[in-house]
């Protein structure tokens, strides 16, 4: 099985910024791409952020020119770096990785951290 662990979530004014963390531990083996989403109260889940294994990354327009993804394959962790937070990021903050096994991916999804951006 995989873990996936999220941390650096918190409050923030508007402007601020947050990394936030995810620490993936497990079988870890044949992890492909890691995703960053986020759900607002009321409204459905959406794709932020994605970091193939090859360090290719997309962004959702909302994020573009303000958030970063990065992993670190040494540490197995993926990273979101937000910055230019605005009131209509706060939502909760999931990663996600894809795990290629005999063909087929496997999703693997964390619990979950809480951004707050007051205006």
């Known amino acids: 099985q995989v873990q996936l662990v999220e941390s650096g979530g918190g409050l923030v004014q508007a402007g601020g910024s947050l990394r936030l963390s995810c620490a993936v531990s497990?079988?870890?083996?044949?992890?492909?791409?890691m995703y960053w989403h986020r759900q607002a109260p009321g409204k459905q889940r959406e794709l932020v952020a994605t970091?193939?294994?090859?360090?290719?990354?997309d962004y959702a327009a909302s994020a573009k020119g303000r958030f970063t993804i990065s992993r670190d394959n040494v540490q197995n962790t993926v990273y979101l770096q937000m910055n230019n937070l605005k009131p209509e990021d706060t939502a909760v903050y999931y990663c996600?990785?894809?795990?290629?096994?005999?063909?087929?991916?496997?999703?693997?999804w964390g619990q979950g951290t809480q951004v707050t951006v007051s205006s």
């Open positions: 996600h990785v894809d795990r290629l096994l005999y063909g087929v991916i496997h999703n693997y």
């Open positions: 497990g079988i870890i083996s044949r992890i492909t791409a």
């Open positions: 970091i193939t294994s090859s360090g290719s990354t």
